[in-house]
């Protein structure tokens, strides 16, 4: 059974730091692109960020260039994202994807982040 559990969510301050993890089982992970979303209210879902299979390579949305990184442990089948100088529009819905090398697709269930004085 496939799962993607994100946790790391929660009530930040403007300026702040929050990391969100994804823990991965049932799929082949090494071998999958990883990425996170995100959803506002009232919005599309939206990429935030990628990392290929063994980390080579990372892709960022133009306004999370400079304050996110998006890195992988394979050893224990987890994604993260660190989110640094939060704003409040980065108030969203996060969902980590997967997509493995025979281009099935996963996602987790969500985490909120609200960014908020």
């Known amino acids: 059974q496939v799962q993607l559990v994100e946790s790391g969510g929660g009530l930040v301050q403007p300026g702040g730091s929050l990391r969100l993890s994804c823990a991965a089982s049932g799929f082949t992970f090494s071998s999958s692109v990883m990425r996170w979303y995100r959803q506002a209210p009232g919005k599309e879902r939206e990429l935030v960020a990628g990392?290929?299979?063994?980390?080579?390579?990372?892709t960022f949305a133009d306004s999370m260039k400079g304050r996110f990184t998006i890195s992988r442990d394979d050893a224990q089948n987890t994604v993260y994202l660190q989110m640094n100088s939060l704003k409040p529009e980065d108030t969203a819905v996060y969902y980590c994807?997967?997509?493995?090398?025979?281009?099935?697709?996963?996602w987790g269930q969500g985490t909120q982040v609200t960014v908020s004085s």
């Open positions: 994807n997967a997509r493995t090398r025979w281009y099935e697709t996963y």
């Open positions: 990392i290929s299979s063994a980390g080579g390579s990372t």
